[in-house]
């Protein structure tokens, strides 16, 4: 990495949606990258705006609406900024049934994706190198963004401390979410930090060691 990175995490409106901004810590660039926009963005977008930062892409771990219900308000605020989720949810984020807002008094309709997200890319900010890893199960275009340098990986709903994504949605399935987990965040070291959609930090080795849903 030409320079160190900070991931910023901001714990977003009554959903507690962990969403984040990564951009260099030494200052050299404005560019930045989100993950996730979650209700009520104004304390992300506020950072953003007070780091003299610019977006250059959102990119979603996964397309329920409590992820991306913030995307028109940053396409508003940037316009110009690139939306990535993976092929099997572009259709969510048009969808209010898929993107599970129809249960709500308000369905969500955000704007489109403009690319796509696949197993193995690399995607490059400041000189660092992100891996995408498909992690399907608690929906089937979940992604995992991991940066081997950093030792962190963003995880979406997959995994959470002591526990996993619920698997009682519309294309939901349990067995393929534990072996998304076994495969694609326990193949990563165990000292690897764990951001979560929701709830702490947590760890590849803690929670290969002691998560409940996880045990032989």
Request: glycine share 8%; with cysteine; proline share 6%.
């Amino acid at each position: 990495m030409s320079d160190p990175l900070h991931i910023e995490t901001f714990s977003l409106s009554d959903w507690m949606t962990n969403c984040f901004v990564i951009h260099s810590d030494a200052g050299g660039s404005r560019t930045c990258w989100i993950v996730d926009a979650g209700f009520e963005p104004q304390p992300l977008v506020e950072y953003v705006q007070r780091h003299d930062l610019m977006p250059s892409h959102v990119i979603l771990t996964h397309a329920h609406v409590d992820h991306i219900a913030g995307l028109s308000e940053l396409r508003q605020q940037w316009p110009q900024v690139a939306i990535l989720s993976h092929e099997a949810e572009h259709a969510f984020l048009t969808d209010p049934r898929r993107n599970l807002s129809a249960m709500m008094d308000r369905p969500i309709r955000v704007p489109a994706a403009t690319g796509k997200l696949e197993h193995g890319q690399s995607l490059e900010l400041d000189g660092a190198s992100f891996e995408v890893r498909h992690t399907p199960g608690h929906s089937p275009g979940g992604i995992t963004l991991y940066q081997a340098d950093l030792g962190v990986a963003i995880v979406g709903d997959a995994l959470f401390a002591s526990s996993i994504g619920r698997t009682d949605f519309p294309g939901s399935d349990h067995a393929t979410l534990i072996r998304s987990i076994r495969q694609q965040i326990f193949s990563l070291p165990d000292e690897t930090r764990v951001l979560s959609g929701h709830g702490p930090e947590t760890a590849v080795g803690r929670e290969r060691a002691s998560n409940p849903f996880l045990r032989v």
